[in-house]
C-alpha cells in the first residue's frame, strides 16, 4: 500500500501539497492536468449529481477526498468548502485512509484562520507540509520496502516470461511431434 500525494485545496487552489513519489519509476502526474482533473472530477460529482465525491477509481490508483465547509468571512451567508485528496495504490485501506485525511483537514481547519485559508495566504501554510509525514505515516512507503516491491515485481515478471516461454517451447514441440 501506498500513499503517492496528498493535498489541501480552496477554491481550485492548492493550500498544502507533500508529493511521496521517491523512485525513479513512479507514475507522476503532471500538476495542471492532475488539476484540471481533479477540478473535473470534483465538478462532476457537484453539477451532475449535486453531491461531494468521495473517492474516484483509475486503473491502479485511487483518488480519495474528504471535505469540510466554514462560514465565509466575506460573505456570511455562504460556506466555504475546503477539501483534502489523497492519491494512492489501489492496495490502500480505503476507510481508514480517509480517516487520517479526515483528521489532517481537521488539523490544517484548526491550525489556521480562515482569513489565511480564504485569502489564501500560501506562505502561511509550509510548514504543514512537513506534518504530512507525521499524519499519514502509516501510508508511505520506505524506501526499501519500495526497493523490495519493485525487485518483487520485475521478479514475478521474469518468472512469468519463463513460464510463458517453456509453455510456448512445449506447444511447438508437441504440435511439431504430431506432423512428422
Do not use: W
Not at 462532476?44 to 453531491?51: P, R
Not at 491502479?60 to 456570511?76: G, L, M
Not at 520485475?154 to 518468472?159: A, F, G, I, N, Y
Amino acid at each position: 500500500m501506498g500513499l503517492l500525494e496528498v493535498a489541501i485545496m480552496f477554491e481550485e487552489s492548492i493550500l498544502s501539497e507533500k508529493k511521496f513519489y521517491e523512485y525513479e519509476k513512479a507514475v507522476v502526474l503532471d500538476e495542471n492536468i492532475r488539476d484540471k482533473m481533479l477540478s473535473a472530477v470534483v465538478g462532476l460529482g457537484k453539477n451532475a449529481f449535486d453531491d461531494e465525491i468521495q473517492n474516484f477509481a483509475l486503473n491502479n490508483f485511487v483518488i480519495i477526498f474528504q471535505n469540510t465547509t466554514f462560514p465565509s468571512i466575506k460573505n456570511p451567508e455562504k460556506d466555504c468548502v475546503i477539501r483534502i485528496y489523497g492519491i494512492v495504490t489501489k492496495d490502500t485501506n480505503i476507510k481508514m485512509l480517509s480517516s487520517t485525511l479526515d483528521d489532517a483537514l481537521f488539523q490544517f481547519v484548526n491550525r489556521y484562520s480562515r482569513i489565511d485559508i480564504e485569502n489564501k495566504n500560501l506562505e502561511k501554510f509550509t510548514d504543514f507540509n512537513e506534518r504530512f509525514e507525521k499524519i499519514f505515516k502509516d501510508f508511505i512507503q520506505s524506501k526499501k520496502e519500495k526497493k523490495d516491491a519493485i525487485r518483487t515485481a520485475e521478479k514475478m515478471k521474469m518468472q512469468e516470461r519463463a513460464r510463458e516461454k517453456h509453455f510456448d517451447q512445449h506447444r511447438y514441440s508437441m504440435g511439431h511431434n504430431r506432423f512428422t
